[in-house]
């Protein structure tokens, strides 16, 4: 498996890094073609990703931002995820608003993963059974092991074949809607960002136990044949070996 790890001291140093390497691939992006695709998670880090993002060297203008996921709710609940990207990242950084490409959450979540798969098909020109190429994907990974909205034991972890889905977890009471594992796999570049105490037995068990994406989801990243990224904060590296 092939990946990248680093560790910072707290996580607002783990989520600058993280946004200093997304720059630098959206530069390089920037560079070979008119546009690039950036795919964002939601919670606390990339809040506090997202404004030291909207510093860095990049042309808003051209990029094209999606969602790994999306909780179904209207796009100003508290827990959207697009709410959270367009108060610390779109208020600051000037994407057209015809280049974000929201999760419809307010709709019923079937209808929201269809329209949302189908939205990425008609950006990508994608051929039928093709998978969309992002240029850059930021995940994050729950205590749990989840990744997106790709659950323990969920057989959407096992979907390489479909682009976005609607998933209930239990444990949130909530609908939501994920990428899948293909679009997951054929990015360009897959950055983890994580942090907190609550993570660390997990970030211990997905580098050191055996690869089972089925029961750690965030294993997929060492799926991915670009290999991965993460950027990992001390409270959540403490049971990393040296």
């Not at 993002?53 to 990029?63: E, F, G, H, K, N």
């Not at 600051?92 to 798969?117: L, M, Q, T």
């Not at 790709?150 to 959407?156: E, T, V, Y």
Request: hydrophobic content about 45%; glycine content about 6%; overall charge negative.
């Amino acid at each position: 498996m092939s990946f990248e790890r680093e560790v910072f001291p707290d996580a607002q140093a783990a989520a600058a890094a993280c946004a200093r390497h997304i720059a630098i691939q959206l530069q390089r992006a920037l560079a070979a073609r008119p546009q690039a695709t950036l795919a964002v998670s939601g919670g606390h880090t990339p809040k506090l990703m997202f404004p030291s993002l909207t510093q860095l060297a990049v042309d808003w203008s051209r990029i094209h931002l999606f969602f790994v996921d999306e909780r179904c709710v209207p796009p100003d609940d508290d827990a959207s995820n697009y709410k959270l990207a367009r108060e610390n990242l779109l208020a600051h950084a000037s994407i057209p608003d015809a280049n974000v490409h929201r999760i419809a959450g307010e709709k019923e979540p079937g209808d929201a993963a269809r329209g949302y798969s189908e939205a990425i098909q008609q950006f990508f020109r994608l051929a039928a059974g093709a998978m969309p190429q992002f240029d850059v994907v930021q995940c994050g990974m729950g205590p749990d092991g989840h990744t997106a909205s790709l659950f323990p034991g969920d057989p959407l972890v096992s979907d390489r074949k479909g682009i976005a889905a609607a998933v209930y977890a239990p444990q949130f009471r909530q609908w939501r809607v994920t990428l899948l594992p293909g679009p997951l796999l054929a990015a360009r570049h897959i950055l983890y960002l994580v942090s907190g105490d609550d993570k660390a037995e997990m970030v211990r068990t997905v580098f050191h136990e055996a690869i089972d994406p089925r029961k750690h989801p965030a294993q997929l990243a060492f799926e991915n044949p670009e290999g991965a990224t993460w950027f990992i904060d001390q409270a959540a590296a403490k049971l990393l070996d040296p």
